[in-house]
């Protein structure tokens, strides 16, 4: 491979509705860290791309339920995950946002040459709307059973508990996030993007022309989508919150979120090419560019199915080379959740654990989730640290640099006569550099890493070897030790640079201790370490030791596992997935709202629907048709003859062609079954409830 190979770096675009955990550093932001640095230090080309994705309704939702604009919401979290991010030592070229100028400029552009080219398919659709909000509810503002695995809190967009994707009108039972009610459907017009027509051509470039070098996770996945058939996908959305569809007659409309997000790596490539005085088109268009997208599974179809047919449809630009997609990464043996903030959030994490960052990194990528799901707890966290950070790299490190201060007041000493085991462990060092790149090429990050570690393992042995201690033969044999520490200061530098991928705050300030600032730019580079006879040359001086690593005690886990002891009864404590506190209203308005006791006469379920019952209630002034959807939940022989609550003035109404004239109170009990919202004690039909 060419020094001067070109890559374009993506890492997924975190979505800005709250911080980012561990999980997210696990599964994408280190590992291609890792990978962007070691690039870099071959002499590669390279613009690692990531940024903000600050459109969709969950952005919506959030802000709504604080009282603040979602671009106040957005700020706030672009500037946390920003933050935590530095903090952490991820090295992105450009972090940009979707919210910016240039973004939505480059995502209406792209829609724009799509829609000219007739790449789209325009069709009017029934979509879920929701009345009482008098809104079309977008993907994340309906929840209900999924189709596939059964599970009550569905997306509209996907299942969090099997991860299929599906649309909104899919879903059984769904439910309005916006107040609770039954959406009915409504015709409404949108753009699609033919995704079937692009199967023949995604089987032939990922299935076949990916099979021997793309992950078996991400293969499995792409070829499970295309066997079930792929089909036409919206790419516009009824909402108010994101980029304007540039076409004539889509006022309300916007580009969907899936559709603008990925295409902010590119908006985000333009911003950092113009800033840095570089063509943005040499990292997308030209076939000497290596595309690599470095995402979670949740991600897969975006980046492996969706996105390429976009890039594809366009004509104009390069295909990813790889997509390393990892796997989820559990904590204490429960799946990581925001909602339930079950999680370990970064900027928590660097409140109680100042100066660890690599710690954190070091763990997370000695376990991390490549093949399948992980699982990471705060006692692994400790023994790691304290084991194989603290007692083989850390205490290596240390020792090497102490006893040079101590022998030769920190001067790196002439060598004669250098034995056969000195020589054998020179050429040990020489062939890391090669071992750990050939992980790092195959995205394999822990075997990578292992191999590091195994650098230091080498360097303890051959400094406690027997009859090698150097503080043993410092009296009886002078040149041997100055021989010995000569070789250990070669291995310790071989450590600074190798380890930056990895660790990065740890290199920095192992090169400070070894004074590695002091010599010329090029000596930190990958290839140094296999080439150069003398990384740290006699005469050079280093300075100080300090700890590179420091323990981690019980109490400190402790008190981490009781933080998430607490988090769990805080859970228990809760109704969880409770529809949010709807916007605030006054006596006068709820006052106009005529609630009677009521008694249902007669029921039917309506033809050719599973929900739709048409029920005869008598409400004391009158005898009505209401039309409601609980036909999976009752019954018509056990609905008559039932006491309810009608809201009596609600505007009449059409469902499916029968006009409903009113509305049964009903609420929804933990396991998602309906009940009627009664009474207890007998009343007239009529009577007023206030």
Known sequence: ?????????????????????????????????????????????????????????????????????????????????????????????????????????????????????GKFIEQVTEQLYDPEADQFLADRFVVGTCPKCGNTESYGDQCEKCGTSHNATDLIDPKSAITGNTPELKETKHWFLPLDEYSDWLNEW?????????????????????????????????????????????????????????????????????????????????????????????NIVFHCIIFPAMLKAHSDYVM?????????????????????????????????????????????????????????????????????????????????????????????????????????????????????????????????????????????????????????????????????????????????ILSEPFLPHTSSKLKSMLGYSLLDAESASWSRVASSEALLPSNHKINKAELLFSRIEDEQVTAQLEKLEATKAANAATTPNLMPQKDETNYDDFMKMDLRVGEILTAEKMPKTDKLMVMTVDTGIDKRTIVSGIAQHFSAEELIGRKVTVLANLAPRKLRGVESQGMILLAEDPEGKLVFVNPDDAVVNGATIA
């Open 206 to 298: 990922i299935v076949e022309g990916h099979s021997k070098d793309w992950k078996a996770n991400v293969l499995g996945q792409v070829k499970s989508w295309i066997t079930d058939g792929l089909h036409p996908r919206a790419v516009t959305r009824d909402l108010d919150w994101g980029i304007p569809v540039p076409v004539e007659g889509a006022d309300g409309k916007v580009l969907y979120v899936w559709f603008d997000a990925p295409i902010g790596y590119i908006s985000a490539t333009k911003e950092w090419a113009a800033r840095e005085g570089k063509n943005w088109e040499d990292y997308w268009k030209k076939d000497d560019t290596k595309l690599l997208h470095f995402i979670g599974k949740d």
């Open 1 to 117: 491979m060419s020094s001067q190979q070109r890559y374009t770096i993506t890492a997924a675009l975190p979505y800005t509705n709250g911080p980012v955990h561990i999980g997210h550093l696990a599964g994408v932001y280190v590992p291609a860290d890792i990978f962007a640095r070691y690039q870099r230090m071959r002499g590669s080309d390279v613009a690692f791309i990531c940024g903000s994705d600050e459109h969709g309704v969950p952005i919506t939702i959030k802000a709504k339920k604080e009282g603040i604009t979602p671009q106040e919401l957005v700020d706030r979290y672009h500037k946390i995950i920003g933050d935590s991010f530095k903090e952490f030592g991820i090295t992105f070229d450009h972090y940009g946002r979707t919210s910016s100028t240039e973004h939505h400029k480059t995502a209406s552009a792209f829609f724009t040459k799509l829609y000219n080219d």
């Open 320 to 496: 990813p080379d790889n997509v390393p997609a990892n796997e989820f990464l559990n904590l204490e043996d429960d799946k990581i959740s925001t909602s339930r903030n079950w999680a370990v959030w970064l900027h928590e994490y660097l409140e109680d654990f100042p100066g660890q960052q690599d710690v954190l990194r070091y763990v997370l990528t000695a376990n991390a989730p490549e093949t399948k799901d992980n699982n990471f707890t705060w006692k692994d966290f400790q023994a790691r640290n304290n084991n194989e950070l603290v007692a083989n790299l850390g205490n290596f490190v240390n020792r090497v640099i102490v006893l040079t201060n101590k022998y030769y007041d920190g001067i790196v000493p002439e060598t004669a006569n250098l034995a056969q085991r000195d020589q054998d462990v020179l050429e040990q060092i020489k062939a890391f550099p090669k071992t750990i790149g050939d992980s790092l090429d195959r995205y394999r990050f822990r075997e990578a890493l292992q191999e590091l570690m195994n650098l230091s393992s080498i360097g303890n042995k051959y400094i406690a070897e027997e009859g090698l201690e150097p503080w043993k033969l410092a009296k009886t044999d002078p040149e041997q030790v100055q021989n010995i520490m000569y070789v250990c200061l070669q291995l310790t530098t071989a450590l600074a």
